[in-house]
């Protein structure tokens, strides 16, 4: 329980800092609690990575919004967002929780922003974490509009309208055909009207783009997650020098869409989902540059 306790110092800190902006008159939107709690899954993001010993820590982290999904007797909690790391790289982020139900017992799909934000706080200073994982990149900008260009809406009908890429997951390897896989969860708005821009090129799905599990069939416009699952296989030399350099899977992969070469990747559909609470992401609220330049400062 040390590391436990560990958190709990550091947040008598952080709530410090929370309370001298509420008696300041600090304006209370999203944004702003969204700004205190990356802090606070800063945090605790960096006593697990410490506790893994890994060489990386967090220098500023960026929400972009959580999964909450139920799961037998539990909920699984996963805040997503962006990061820029110690050795001056960038990345995605996700912190994960099994958090009891009760902590959602009295909240709907249309829970304010407040509403969330409080159970979100709560999960953070009274829950441990399963895990943190980190996936650093080049660009945090340029892999994530490769990857939401790509993406295709759905359901017919329905056009993508905005999008961010808000989970990428860790590369798994396969030596026996040096065969590289990984899923990626996007947030897309759907609309029922046509729009311009570079949506739904599909590159590498070869028509396996399907609904997915997950999701009823109505209503259709609203934010959808997307989970799809990319994979390909590459000679000996790339193969080894992905292992060692996971973010060169990331750009090999984004290269491929740019260049609309499907014969490199391929790509699967795994689930549409529509988000669970209306307010639990900020796809509404902020743009990938403007979280990019939120982990630079």
Known sequence: MAKYTKVKQLFALLGVVGLMATMTGCSQDI??????????????????????KSS???KNFE??????????????????????FSDDSVGFTALN????????????????YDKLYDIFEKIIKECEPVNVEVSPVPSISSINN???????????????SSGLLYNLGKPTYEDAENRITFDTKTLVELKQRKVQGGFGLGIGFDGRVG?????????????FTLQDTYSFVVDDATYEAMKKDPSLVYSYVAEAINARDSSKIEAE??????????KADLLSELTIN??????SK
Request: net charge negative; proline share 3%; glycine share 6%.
């Open 146 to 160: 490769a990857f939401i260009q790509n993406e295709v809406s759905p359901f017919e009908k329905y056009n993508i």
């Open 290 to 295: 403007e979280l990019e330049e939120g982990i």
């Open 211 to 223: 609904l997915g599990y997950g999701v009823s069939m109505t209503p259709k416009q609203g934010t």
């Open 31 to 52: 944004i702003d609690r969204a700004e205190l709690l990356s802090e606070d899954i800063k945090t605790v993001c960096n006593v697990e990575l410490e506790e893994q």
């Open 63 to 84: 929400l972009i919004g959580a999964d909450v999904n139920k799961s037998s007797f539990d909920f699984d909690v996963v805040f997503n967002g962006v990061s820029s």
């Open 97 to 112: 929780y099994e958090v009891p139900s009760s902590y959602f017992n009295d909240v709907d799909k249309k829970a304010s």
């Open 56 to 58: 990386l820590s967090i």
């Open 269 to 278: 559909r795994k689930s549409t989902t529509m988000v669970t609470y209306d």
